[in-house]
């Protein structure tokens, strides 16, 4: 599955998922912009990384649910490496978790502005620039098939909508762009670490087929192979990578 001579933008590349997924794609030979926003280090550690492998690899600092700074990136990548062959939408978060009864406007916002307007602005700003044979790779989650655990209706409610975009972008797009989404489930990340108490993560993982949590390397060989020529013939999916814990 190699992507030599391919430009992948992976947003949200900073740290976990994203991280995994720009170390992976500069394995198969992509030149890789990794985008980031308080994850500076790491998003750093992973550009040398890189280009100790023979490709290369650049850190831009983005609030990716600000206009100016999507417009920027793009701008800085196109006038770097040429074009986008490839957008890696991982950024987003849930924030905290609130109950609908308890949540404010703004916060309601926040998150679908985390999660869903900045990949229409990050696919908005890439497809001038994006070649026929491209590919974008969005990034859901399993609560976007189940509704999320306790206070993440509206983090759900926002993945939903990526899958639903995800959709809907690859008919706009095809044939000349591919579009697919992928749906982790419980995945060992920063995310869970913050947000799901370790008594439920035993328990999630524990009711999987797999019998265990998955991890950051997992994922990214799923968007790696979704992202590359392989997928030559898979647009508009949303590809569950849970452990067998709902199958769909």
Do not use: W
């Amino acid at each position: 599955m190699t992507m030599k001579g391919k430009v992948a933008i992976v947003a949200g590349g900073g740290r976990d998922i994203g991280r995994a997924c720009a170390l992976e794609l500069a394995g198969r030979g992509a030149d890789v912009v990794i985008t980031y926003l308080a994850s500076e280090a790491t998003a750093q550690s992973a550009v040398d990384e890189i280009q100790k492998l023979g490709v290369r690899a650049v850190a831009i600092k983005a609030d990716l649910t600000q206009q100016q700074d999507v417009d920027a990136c793009v701008q800085s990548t196109v006038e770097q490496f040429g074009k986008v062959d490839c957008l890696v939408h991982v950024s987003g978060g849930l924030v905290e978790r609130v109950k609908v009864a308890d949540m404010s406007l703004s916060h309601f916002h926040k998150v679908m502005d985390l999660n869903l307007t900045s990949l229409f602005m990050m696919t908005h700003a890439c497809i001038p620039h994006m070649p026929k044979g491209s590919s974008i790779v969005t990034l859901a989650s399993q609560a976007g098939r189940d509704g999320g655990g306790g206070g993440a209706a509206i983090y759900a409610t926002s993945k939903g909508a990526v899958m639903t975009f995800t959709r809907g972008l690859a008919k706009e797009l095809g044939p000349d762009i591919r579009v697919n989404g992928v749906c982790p489930g419980m995945i060992s990340t920063g995310f869970h670490d913050t947000f799901t108490p370790d008594a439920v993560r035993t328990k999630v993982a524990g009711s999987t087929a797999l019998q265990r949590e998955g991890n950051s390397e997992e994922v990214a060989k799923l968007v790696a192979f979704l992202a590359s020529d392989e997928a030559s013939y898979m647009t508009g999916t949303n590809v569950d990578i849970n452990g067998g814990m709902l199958f769909s």
